[in-house]
């Protein structure tokens, strides 16, 4: 059997069915161009009946993409089909891609129609379209839930009516791996023609198996892979190409297939969907989620970095991305903590190193992302008093709109403990007076300032106090993700160096 799979990129149709997904022309031509550098065999661009914009942007689709058929979705209805040929025509390869329902629901329900009406409709439509492009896909909607011998009937009339490609879709994701193996080799033994032409799968999410069962559907005989990037679609969305590219690749093993994917692009083509419609992938996503190629933990980063293989079955590079992200957290240990350090420039020895992963360590508990920056502080200026003479124990600081502002300051001044308390403006103002309140000094505070020098609501800010005391000036600094904290701790480093 044919070793190729067809990769059929439903991004813009299927994809921007998909609540909140729309497109407008200029952004649906964006992303159809970077599927062609992707590789997709097929682009469906849109549903022509469906608005003059989506008619427009399929036009314009068809016009640009050359590497790429370009494909138009139509209901078994001749406006539909006569439309979807004018948006297509100027395509170098084009597609129109009709269906209708066969299950028993559907016919009864929805459309009103009788098995023998739908027959004759896919038949008459498939003909139509068939005169007017060289390629007709027939999709039966719902193919899942209807009986195999329906299904066998209606593709045989409507392949020798000139259908090239056959899809079978999972409209309502409604199939298991095993069931749908089966479901498709029993079609094919009771179609006379099905073995003639592409057999194709949409395998829809609604169960999470779109993946699962698009490769079920392969070991059955499927060759094209209807899918959308990200795996957006009608409500839990489609079966994820950069998944069964990425599957294709890595496990060559199982599954001894070529594709035109370039995988490299995957990751472009990722971002640039979801910068476009503003729906982001959660960030375990397979393949393209943010920590798809991250690792946090110290017993995962120590083998990364001996050996990329040791956690990573592909590498990013082969999906377009520069490099793995070693996040510096809490779970992080030593192998990274100087892996890190090094790629900063900094060379330390073994104990300054070990003092400052405690301190990360630290700073760690406090603060959800550790950033390039911080560690930059931790290494030039250390983030706490170490011997001093006066060292803070606790603070309480007491602020609202309506409520005066109060602080509690308790701090050790050479192993006795001294409280201050005292009320002013605002927390900083107030911290410091219940400082000075603990000491027995003639100091006048004459510079202070504040600064986040690292990214993010949790970023740390850094403090600076200059005091004079008697004809001198005295600088103090510090840095905490508590603001109040880094003050209090940048005046008692100016009193200590007093
Ligand atoms: C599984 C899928 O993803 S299918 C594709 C889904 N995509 C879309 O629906 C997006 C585009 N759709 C639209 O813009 C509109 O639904 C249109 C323009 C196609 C049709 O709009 P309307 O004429 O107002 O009809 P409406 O959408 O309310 O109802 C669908 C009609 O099409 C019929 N129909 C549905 N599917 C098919 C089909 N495959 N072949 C023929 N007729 C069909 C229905 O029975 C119904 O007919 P009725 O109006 O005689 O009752
Ligand atoms: C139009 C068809 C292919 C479809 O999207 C579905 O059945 O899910
Ligand atoms: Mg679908």
Known sequence: MDKKIYFFDTTLRDGEQSPGCSMNKREKLLLAKQLERLGADVIEAGFAAASEGDFESIREIAGEIKNSTVAVLARTVKSDIDKAYEAVKDAKKPRIHTFIATSDIHMKYKLKMTPEEVVKRAEEMVKYASSLVPEVEFSAEDATRSSTDFLAEIFDKVILAGAKIINIPDTVGYMTPDKFYEFIMEVREKSKYLDTVTISVHCHNDLGLGVANTLAALKAGARQF??????????????????????????????????????????????????????????????????????????????????????????????????????????????????????????????????????????????????????????????????????????????????????????????????????????????????????????????????????????????????????????????????????INAYLDAVNKI
């Open 226 to 487: 209807e899918c959308t990037i990200n795996g957006i679609g009608e409500r839990a969305g489609n079966a994820a190409l950069e998944e069964l590219a990425m599957i294709l690749k890595t496990r060559k093993d199982v599954y001894d297939f070529e594709s035109n994917i370039v995988t490299e692009e995957i990751s472009k083509t990722s971002n640039l969907l979801s910068s476009i419609t503003g729906v982001y992938v959660q960030p375990n996503k397979a393949i393209v989620g943010a920590n798809a190629f991250a690792h946090e933990s110290g017993i995962h980063q120590h083998g990364m970095l001996s050996n990329p293989e040791t956690y990573e079955i592909m590498t990013p590079e082969s999906i377009g991305l520069k490099e793995t992200k070693m996040v510096l957290g809490k779970h992080s240990g030593r192998h990274a903590f100087r892996d890190k350090i090094k790629s900063l420039g900094f060379d330390l020895k073994e104990e300054e190193v070990n003092e400052a992963f405690e301190k990360f360590k630290e700073l760690a508990d406090q603060k959800k992302t550790i950033y390039d920056s911080d560690i930059e502080v931790i290494l030039t200026r250390g983030i706490n008093g170490e011997d001093d003479k006066y060292k803070l124990k606790r603070f309480v600081v007491n602020s609202g709109n309506t409520i005066s502002t109060m602080a509690s300051v308790l701090l050790d001044i050479d192993g006795k403990e001294v409280e201050g308390i005292a009320s002013a403006g605002g927390p900083i103002d107030s911290a410091i007076r219940a400082i000075e309140k603990c000491l027995d000094m003639d100091i006048t505070l004459e510079d202070y300032s504040l600064q986040s020098i690292t990214e993010g609501t949790d970023a740390l800010g850094y403090a600076t106090v200059k005091l004079r005391y008697g004809d001198n000036h005295y600088l103090g600094r510090d840095v905490s993700v508590d603001v109040v904290e880094a003050s």
